[in-house]
């Protein structure tokens, strides 16, 4: 199913409208708390967005943050193996107290078959309508400390997930057997537009091919198996967006694709990102402008990738990782950023 058919249809909320508008939007992840009290996320996230928090009517929220332009808000789903709030409960309170649609990420890590269809039916019947399918970070991973026992489920893949989800929307299971109606869930799937680049390589090709091609294949699968857009990992190089999007067009992916923003900090968080984070690739010198403007820098480098693929890309999708002042002010210069592509 495509956007057209996604908005007709009413799948999937504000979000599918936004999408179909041709009007890049923005998007950000969030990570719900590690506990079971949300009121602090909620009223950080309220102030973000310049409104208090409100009570909602069991109803996906409405797109209502125009001078934002953000189309909804990613709620992850046990990042890094860690335990935290359920995102369809997290991203249930974001719509009905906040006011903007959740995006909810749902991982193979955690439950079988059948949880995941009882999680996502109970989902929808909280008005979610926005999906993200990831595998999901392995618990052997991500040991930050001794968890016993702990082990990933992983009785599907990405690609069956995907599938799943078309089942539900068509108004059975995933065994064919009927449901008592039909989900309206929009869902997309992640990429990687780094896969095969090295950030020590001055080539415009990366070194790795045979891991670009393979990138391009999974995002191929998992569009034929329901994903109606994309969102990627971390972009910081022009000429790799524009190498992937070359091969993804090539491989005749034509979904919308939001492309990923992480707001630098310093060159110390670039070093990080360069060296413990699989496909992260940074261009000669951005770390060596890190080194001398540290976040002032790191807030053009920002400006600067976006006003280039803007033109380009569905959207954006920003990393702020939980920090507020850092959300406000990359969202202002997207905004300023897209404003001024817009006007030429």
């Known amino acids: 199913m495509d956007l057209v058919e996604a908005e007709d249809s009413g799948l999937g909320g504000p979000l599918a409208v936004a999408l179909r508008s041709r009007r890049r939007v923005i998007t950000m992840e969030w990570d719900p708390p590690a506990g079971a009290d949300a009121d602090k996320a909620l009223d950080d996230l309220s ?11 069991g109803r996906p929220a409405q797109v209502d943050s125009p001078s934002l332009r953000l189309a909804g808000i990613n709620v992850t789903d046990g990042p890094m193996a860690s335990l935290r709030m359920s995102p369809l409960v997290f991203g249930h309170l974001l719509q009905q107290e ?10 193979c890590r955690d439950r079988n078959l059948l949880g995941l269809q009882s999680e996502l039916l109970g989902a929808h019947a ?14 052997h991973v991500f040991q930050r400390f001794p968890r016993p026992g702990l082990a990933g489920v992983y009785h599907t893949d990405v690609r069956g997930l995907l599938e ?12 064919g057997q009927p449901l008592t109606g039909p989900t309206r869930f929009l869902v997309g799937a992640a990429i990687n537009p780094g896969a095969g680049w090295d950030s ?8 790795r091919p045979e891991k670009l091609e393979a990138e391009v294949a999974k995002a191929r699968a998992k569009m034929l198996a329901g994903a109606t857009f994309f969102q990627t990992q971390p972009v910081f190089s022009v000429r790799v967006w524009l190498r992937f999007r070359e091969a993804l067009q090539a491989a005749g ?21 360069q060296s413990e984070v699989p496909g992260t690739y940074l261009p000669a010198g951005l770390t060596d402008r890190l080194e001398r403007g540290g976040r002032r820098e790191g807030e053009r480098i920002l400006a600067e990738l976006a006003a ?37």
């Open 47 to 57: 102030s973000l967005l310049g409104r208090p928090a409100i009570q909602g009517e």
């Open 126 to 139: 909280l008005g979610i309508r926005a999906l993200l399918a990831l595998g999901g970070d392995p618990p």
């Open 98 to 107: 906040v006011g903007v649609q959740a995006i909810c990420h749902v991982t």
């Open 200 to 207: 020590w390589q001055t080539g415009d090709e990366p070194v």
């Open 164 to 175: 799943l989800v078309t089942h539900l929307n068509q108004g059975q299971d995933a065994w």
């Open 253 to 273: 992916v034509d979904v919308p694709v939001i492309v990923g923003l992480w707001p630098l900090r310093d060159a110390r968080q670039a070093h990080y990102l």
């Open 308 to 344: 280039e693929l803007a033109p380009t890309v569905a959207g954006f999708h920003l990393f702020p990782r939980n920090r507020i002042a850092v959300a406000r002010r990359s969202l202002e210069l997207l905004v300023q950023s897209l404003e001024a592509v817009d006007a030429c």
